[in-house]
């Protein structure tokens, strides 16, 4: 059965630094991702990481958000910086592309001013 647990998020103000982490079991070897979902939005991809380690941000995000992944540890990382405002969301992970019965709880990442 796979399960995937994020968590790091938490209540952080504008201009600070997050590091979110997913940890896998009963999966492996699988490209992932990292999607969030803003209030009253729908859910939208973040970045991903293929097997061997090649990463992909998306274009409004690119240069603060970096996606990393240990293998051993079987866990995904999502480092956030200069956080705004418009990045408070549930932060999620799953493959790439994503598996509906894969979606976990996520975690709330908050942005104040």
């Known amino acids: 059965q796979v399960q995937l647990v994020e968590s790091g998020g938490g209540l952080v103000q504008v201009g600070e630094s997050l590091r979110l982490s997913c940890a896998a079991s009963?999966?492996?070897?699988?490209?992932m991702a990292w999607y969030r979902r803003a209030p009253g939005k729908q859910r939208e991809f973040v970045a991903r990481?293929?097997?061997?380690?090649?990463?992909s941000v998306a274009n409004d995000l690119r240069g603060r958000f970096t996606i990393s992944r240990d293998y051993a540890e079987n866990t995904v990382h999502l480092q956030i910086s200069s956080l705004k405002l418009e990045d408070t969301a549930v932060y999620f992970c799953?493959?790439?592309?994503?598996?509906?019965?894969?979606w976990g709880q996520g975690t709330q990442v908050t942005v104040s001013s």
């Open positions: 799953n493959t790439y592309p994503p598996q509906s019965d894969y």
């Open positions: 009963g999966i492996n070897r699988r490209a």
């Open positions: 990481i293929s097997i061997t380690g090649v990463t």
